[in-house]
């Protein structure tokens, strides 16, 4: 009996790995849902891979992706992690202040980040800045323009010490003047006006804001103040990820009167962008930022059919809130992600040739300091 | 490849384990064994796998020429084996020590210093005559990279090795029996010395908030992590033997028990301890030489030992501490030390060790003097701002007094395995697959040495 008991035992863990082996060589996993991201799947072997130690390392990720069961056992862990922390959290946080939390901060109600000190980007902010001025000075028909997003990482929400990088960037600029702005955060208040309590993006109020700042600095008639429609508890954003016990906050969304407009992706014309309807007539089931607004992508064309300026948004997925009713005061709007630009297109981002064959007026950079600085200062392309 | 990873639970365990008990033949198994074995280091090490696998070929070839009384082939294969692990670990800290800088940088080879030492003892037992060579490169090849025991040990010795390169008996309790070792291992690596480690790396890693306490404490968690880790790593070792018929010599034995230092050095490491006791220890003399020789040896043979975990002052200087401490003991304390009352000498020994493993966690000079100093000169922990870092550490500090615990012999698993302890091994591999697949903090400290 106990033999036979020892070997039970012994052969489902060894099925258990070949389960997991099996699944990650054959019948992968293309999304793992809990973690809000594509698969990790095996590799392709290639020599030169193996002895850097890349496939190596490549197959370890699939396989913690791939393995039966991987994302129950990630949110188990989490529910224990978390729910021994939970308290401590509390305790630590009853008078205010940052609690860390592995990647993430609790403070207050929100889950927000540490500041980035000015030192550590300054270098990146002045690439950025120079390769914007480096393309408006070679385009001289076109209207170049900055709209920078700060957020908690330009701001000490405890003592209200602000980093400086908007400043820094602005600084190294050469547009003319009030061609560079920034959706202001000054205070704890106003981060928690304008930002989700569990996402780095700004919430329904953040874009209004920023949309009704943005037509001002393009001189452009904004669409007229828009209803809110908002879902109570309902979303739980990404920096909740692996933070279990955090409770679903609202989630709003600015009914725009936009006009009819055609929506083009690499892949040809889709109906709408975003899913702001569904969401709207509650058949939504996942409510996720790029869900309701829309998701990434790297090269997207509203077309009113109107004549008109042409406008070209370059940024990341601050934007996707914003470039519907964006689009609407314009004839054309091309929208550029420098994330996945190449790879969706198949060629680097030439910002000369993207001008010249839109026929762009103006062009607008906006995002904070992960495109001022990271994204935009390392994209390949010219 | 660590033991502690998916690739060799999933990827490579598997087909090793099927492939390995699908036949029966000898030669079969040691094929599948050294195949296994070289795809193991290739994985993990594979651009040196050529200099692992030379360095085994020019030892066997000068170990049949030794037996031949071909005199140039001992101190070729010793050079050789000594020239490489210099040029490859200790080039760049002896360098600095004449004030030259390196223009290039060589990689370590995993598992260097434990494949060199088991190739040093096998010539030098040969050279001794305590031992026949090898004639078969596969076997001699197996023993030197038997992946169980290829990257941090044990330290095997030909002699004891050899009979079981031959045919193994394996029996249904030893495979089981080596199941439980290795899933014992994996949950000490996985469940406490990456828990624990958390908690040292972030003490270490902040240097505001932090005083005298949360010092010891960062010190209490490295002692913990190294222990739990290596011996971990020791006991997948063992099991992974039996589970192929091999039985590995034991490394660990309880070591936080002891109380003294020399009874620490007979519980830790224990195969390296031997191995410094055969072939350095005891050809210096050991102890039946004057006062003043002893003294030098002890000194040599600790240093040595420093040296040998890395190539850094911190280790030289924490193995003279070991070198004086045990002189103290010999020299000073003497038969005297048995007359202390027992908690006070383990509460001695073991506060001695915790500094020992805090002169070895910071190969900084600066801050291995500024931690030392903190833990012996009170400064206040602002503890609240230190937890409020990181608040995920909560979990960790749970493990601190378990791993405590477990450092004693308090629970003994009966050889008879009854059916709740199949079930609850089974409980331990999955919990330990659901660390590994959450968890993405998992160095092995001996990976390097």
């Known amino acids: 009996m106990n033999r036979r008991i020892q070997i039970c035992a012994a052969a489902l863990c060894l099925l258990f790995l070949l389960a997991g082996l099996a699944r990650a060589l054959l019948s992968p996993e293309t999304e793992i849902a809990y973690e809000n991201r594509p698969a990790r799947r095996w590799p392709a072997f290639s020599a030169l891979a193996f002895l850097r130690g890349d496939y190596q390392a490549a197959a370890e990720d699939a396989l913690a992706d791939q393995i039966p069961e991987a994302s129950r056992m990630k949110k ?46 300054a270098a990146a902010l002045e690439e950025s800045a120079r390769k914007i001025s ?47 702005e920034r959706l202001r955060v000054d205070s704890f208040d106003d981060y ?56 679903a906050e609202d989630f709003a969304v600015n009914l725009y009167d936009c006009p009819d407009m055609t929506v083009t992706i690499p892949a040809g014309q889709i109906p709408d962008y975003g899913m702001q309807a569904l969401f709207v007539s509650g058949e939504l089931e996942n409510v996720s930022y790029g869900s309701v607004f829309g998701v990434d992508c790297g090269e997207l064309v509203f077309d009113t059919g109107t004549p008109g300026k042409n406008l070209l948004v370059m ?5 996707n809130a914003i470039v519907k009713p ?44 992960d495109y001022f600085g990271a994204t935009l200062p390392t994209a390949e392309g010219g | 490849m660590l033991f502690s990873s998916l690739s060799f639970l999933f990827l490579f365990l598997p087909p090793v384990l099927i492939l390995y008990h699908i036949h029966p033949s000898p030669r079969w198994r040691n094929g599948v064994l050294l195949v296994s074995s070289l795809l ?49 670990k200790y080039l760049g800290f002896f360098a600095g020590i004449f004030g030259a800088r390196l223009g290039f940088s060589l990689l370590l080879p995993a598992g260097i210093s434990f494949y060199s030492f088991q190739l040093l003892a096998y010539s030098l037992d040969l050279r001794r005559g305590t031992i026949r060579a090898e004639r078969s490169f596969f076997r001699f090849l197996l023993y030197v990279a038997f992946f169980p025991q290829l990257l941090q040990g044990p330290i095997l010795r030909y002699g004891k090795t050899a009979p079981m390169l031959g045919a193994r008996a394996l029996t249904w309790d030893g495979a089981f029996y080596g199941m439980r070792r290795f899933l014992t291992g ?78 620490f050095w007979r519980r830790w490491h224990i195969t390296l301890s031997l191995w410094f006791r055969d072939y350095v220890y005891i050809p210096l003399g050991g102890n039946r030489v004057s006062r003043a020789r002893f003294v ?63 002169m070895f966690r910071l190969t900084d000079a600066g801050q291995l003097a500024a931690v030392l100093r903190g833990m012996f000169v009170y400064a206040p922990t602002d503890w609240r701002a230190l937890l409020a870092l990181d608040a995920s550490v909560v979990s960790r500090l749970l493990m601190v007094p378990l791993a405590l615990w477990l450092s004693f012999p308090v629970q003994r698993v009966p050889e008879k395995a009854g059916p709740l302890l199949s079930l609850g091994y089974l409980a331990l591999f999955g919990l330990c697959v659901l660390f590994l697949v959450s968890a993405s903090f998992t160095p092995f400290i001996y990976f390097n040495f």
Request: hydrophobic share 45%; with cysteine; proline share 4%.
């Open chain 1, 134 to 180: 480096a393309w408006a000075a070679v385009s001289p028909g076109t209207d170049f323009y900055v709209y920078y997003i700060e957020t908690d990482r330009d701001l000490n929400l405890e003592t209200g010490e602000k980093s400086g990088l908007f400043d820094c960037l602005a600084a190294a600029l050469s547009l003319p003047a009030g061609h560079a």
């Open chain 1, 315 to 319: 940024g990341d997925s601050y934007d």
């Open chain 2, 296 to 358: 030098l040896n002890i000194l040599t043979v600790w240093a040595l030992t420093g040296l040998w975990h890395g190539a850094s002052w911190n280790f030289v200087f924490w193995g003279l501490y070991y070198g004086v401490l045990l002189l103290a003991e010999k020299l000073v304390l003497g038969k005297r030390l048995e007359r202390v009352p027992r908690l006070l000498r383990w509460l001695v020994t073991f506060t001695l060790v915790n500094v020992g493993w805090v």
């Open chain 2, 40 to 88: 193991f280091y290739a994985w993990g090490a594979p651009k040196a796998l050529p200099l692992l696998v030379g360095t085994a070929a020019l030892v066997w070839l000068c170990g049949l020429g030794t037996e031949k009384g071909r005199r140039f082939c001992f101190p070729l294969a010793v050079g050789f084996v000594l020239g490489s692990l210099m040029l490859f």
């Open chain 1, 326 to 369: 964006l689009a609407a005061s314009f004839a054309k709007t091309c929208c550029v992600d420098l994330r996945s630009y190449a790879s969706e297109l198949g060629r680097p981002f030439v910002m000369a040739e993207f001008l010249r064959e839109h026929d762009i007026d103006a062009v607008l950079f906006v995002g904070g300091i």
């Open chain 1, 192 to 247: 928690r006006r304008d930002f989700f309590k569990t996402d780095h993006h700004w919430n329904a109020a953040g874009s209004y804001r920023g949309y009704a700042e943005l037509c001002a600095l393009l001189k452009v008639e904004p669409l007229p103040q828009p209803d809110r429609y908002t879902v109570p508890a309902c979303y739980r954003g990404t920096r909740a990820a692996g933070v279990e016990g955090v409770p």
């Open chain 2, 186 to 263: 994996l949950a000490k690596k996985l469940l406490i010395a990456d828990q624990v480690a958390v908690l040292a790396a972030s003490i270490y890693g902040s240097s505001r908030y932090v005083g005298t306490g949360a010092l010891w404490l960062a010190a209490l968690c490295y002692t913990l992590q190294i222990y739990f880790d290596f011996s971990g790593y020791s006991d997948m070792a063992i099991g992974l033997g039996q589970l192929f018929g091999f039985s590995l010599p034991e490394n660990f034995n309880y070591p936080y028990t002891a109380l003294s230092i020399t009874e």
């Open chain 1, 76 to 121: 188990l862990y989490n529910i224990y992690d978390t729910s021994l922390a939970l308290p401590l959290i509390r305790f630590l946080g009853r008078d205010g202040g940052y609690v860390g939390f592995r990647d993430i901060c609790f403070f207050h109600d929100m889950l927000v980040v540490r500041p980035i000190p000015l030192a550590e980007k």
